[in-house]
């Protein structure tokens, strides 16, 4: 037999301990896992549920249908029945939800464990009493454009303006705890209002956190599920799949403008201005009329101040190039601080259009952006200032951002929707 060289045997010795760090750690986690009673017997679950009786069913996603249950300690659970596509092994998908249920905020949907049972693999949630927000926030409207009395009557009592604004700062601190602050960083890649959930506090919570690392990369099919959902993609996204923690952050851009305008981007009704919600939140915004977008339905409880800022975030948010979009982190302080200066957003759009190769960085005068997208300042390097706080009583025009100097508006139109 050859002579090992001292680099082949240094070598196996790192991976040789490499290999004994890993299945340390698998069994630590098992360790874990066992303690904290996070691995479910399905016998457990199926008396929870009721053998999964269609009664107890809430819904079904994309990702398979979810059960009400009630544990035996009297915890109540929603459970999730993961199709097909998340036939991963069961000591793959034990390792992962393992990892998911150490996922522990405030506003983040608290993953109590999982089951893996012969081809069975399920996720057992803390259940979360009131709606999703999509059902809260894009009641349907009637034949005549305006919302149904009834409805109407709801949305104005559930979803004022106090509400949307603790959504918005609640879900800017739940995804920069997992882009961050989770023990292994998380991007959601499906941040939109259905998996946003409100608890009996109305406190908001990210549901469906961490479902790219339970279903396997290579089918097909669950990528395209996984990969996210129309109107929230990021256009990095779309067109290149170049996914980062930015891809979220446009998300939450396209979540902070629905909140404000209550309306849906994927099913934007065009108006005379604009195509699309983003066009017509920055279109609004250049003309320093950001107020109008406004729900009817939360004007009387609004803050006009809080309104603008958002609608600026939403816009800093979905800006084409993610390099330009602010990390999470910066959002949550823009969102704590007041009054704050903030750099003037480019277009939002669609990467690799006329816009974004003219496009160069902005920055404002009070934060650091510590992001450009090449380092250079355009003529256009205008701050916005929220001053004053005031409610606003059906005036859409007053307390508009003061804008120290306008880009000029480009005459291409771009839309993210596909
Ligand atoms: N932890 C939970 N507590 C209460 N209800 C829940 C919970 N998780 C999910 N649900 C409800 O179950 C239903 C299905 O949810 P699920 O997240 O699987 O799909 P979705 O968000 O509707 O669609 P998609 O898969 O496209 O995200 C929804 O009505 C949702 O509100």
Redesign the pocket.
């Known amino acids: 037999m050859k002579p090992r060289t001292f680099l082949e045997s240094l070598m196996k010795r790192i991976f040789r301990r490499r290999d004994r760090a890993e299945a340390k750690e698998e069994e630590d986690l098992e360790a874990i896992a066992a303690k904290e009673q996070k691995m479910f017997k399905y016998e457990t679950l199926m008396a929870a549920t009721r053998n999964f009786s269609p009664k107890q069913?809430?819904?079904?996603?994309?990702?398979?249908?979810?059960f009400?249950g009630r544990l035996e300690d009297g915890r109540?659970?929603?459970v999730?029945r993961l199709g097909r596509g998340s036939r991963q092994g069961g000591r793959e998908f034990t390792n992962e939800a393992m990892l998911l249920s150490r996922v522990q905020h405030r506003n983040v949907?608290n993953l109590y464990g999982y089951c893996s049972h012969a081809d069975e693999r399920l996720l057992v949630?803390?259940?979360?009493?009131n709606?999703?927000l999509?059902?809260l926030l894009f009641s349907r409207r009637g034949g005549g454009g305006g919302d149904e009395p009834e409805v109407g009557r709801r949305r104005v009592e559930l979803m004022d303006w106090k509400r949307r604004y603790e959504v918005i700062v609640g879900v800017a601190r739940g995804l920069l705890y997992l882009h961050e602050d989770a023990h292994t960083p998380i991007i959601h890649r499906?941040i939109?209002a259905?998996?946003i959930?409100l608890d009996d506090r109305w406190v908001p919570?990210i549901?469906?956190f961490g479902?790219a690392r339970l279903f396997p990369e290579d089918l097909t099919h669950v990528n395209t599920?996984v990969a996210g959902?129309n109107g929230y993609m990021a256009p990095e996204y779309v067109m290149h799949g170049s996914l980062s923690a930015k891809a979220d952050v446009f998300s939450f851009g396209v979540l902070v403008l629905e909140l404000i305008s209550g309306q849906k981007n994927s099913s934007f009704v065009p108006n005379a201005e604009a195509d699309s919600l983003l066009e017509w939140a920055w279109k609004l915004f250049k003309k320093g009329r950001s107020l109008e977008m406004m729900d009817p339905t939360m004007r009387s409880t609004a803050v006009t101040e809080q309104v603008a800022m958002c609608v600026h975030i939403g816009l800093l948010c979905t800006q084409s190039d993610p390099k330009l979009r602010p990390h999470m982190k910066r959002v949550v302080v823009i969102l704590s601080k007041k009054p704050s200066t903030l750099e003037e957003p480019l277009r939002p759009g669609i990467l690799g259009s006329r816009y974004r190769r003219r496009a160069h960085g902005t920055r404002g005068s009070s934060y650091s952006l510590g992001e450009s997208s090449s380092g250079t300042t355009s003529a256009s390097n205008s701050t916005s200032t929220y001053a004053s706080t005031s409610n606003l009583n059906n005036t859409a025009t007053t307390s508009t951002p003061t804008t120290a100097r306008s880009q000029t508006p480009h005459s291409e139109q771009h839309s993210i929707e596909h």
């Open positions: 069913r809430l819904g079904e996603g994309g990702f398979g249908p979810v009400k109540e659970v929603a999730k949907v949630y803390e259940y979360v009493p709606e999703s999509d059902k499906d939109k259905s998996n959930l919570k549901a469906d479902m599920r959902t």
